[in-house]
């Protein structure tokens, strides 16, 4: 795989928690450019978006869908937070 960017040093590693097919967490190191921005992945699968000729209204669509991901992280935060109380 090859990955270009121009953000990220090659020395920079982060680690990365993933389940496997039993539901246990494991933890993985991989280079900072290849960790996926969690709000992309969300809104891969939560999209609202629809095909359109203007493109203001392909804007309003990712700005709906991100709003969307952006209100249920800060949900999952809040529930969190709460349960520890």
């Given at each position: 795989?090859?990955?270009?960017?121009?953000?990220?040093n090659t020395e920079n590693v982060s680690t990365v928690e993933r389940k496997d097919k039993y539901g246990n967490k494991q933890t993985f190191t991989c280079p900072t450019?290849?960790?996926?921005?969690?709000?992309?992945?969300?809104?891969?699968?939560?999209?609202?978006?629809?095909?359109?000729?203007?493109?203001?209204?392909?804007?309003?669509?990712?700005?709906?869908?991100?709003?969307?991901?952006?209100?249920?992280?800060?949900?999952?935060?809040?529930?969190?937070?709460?349960?520890?109380?």
């Amino acid at each position: 795989m090859v990955v270009i960017s121009n953000m990220h040093n090659t020395e920079n590693v982060s680690t990365v928690e993933r389940k496997d097919k039993y539901g246990n967490k494991q933890t993985f190191t991989c280079p900072t450019p290849i960790r996926v921005d969690m709000c992309d992945q969300l809104m891969l699968v939560y999209f609202v978006s629809w095909k359109s000729r203007w493109w203001w209204v392909k804007i309003v669509y990712y700005l709906l869908d991100a709003s969307i991901v952006s209100y249920y992280v800060l949900y999952k935060e809040t529930v969190k937070i709460s349960s520890t109380k």
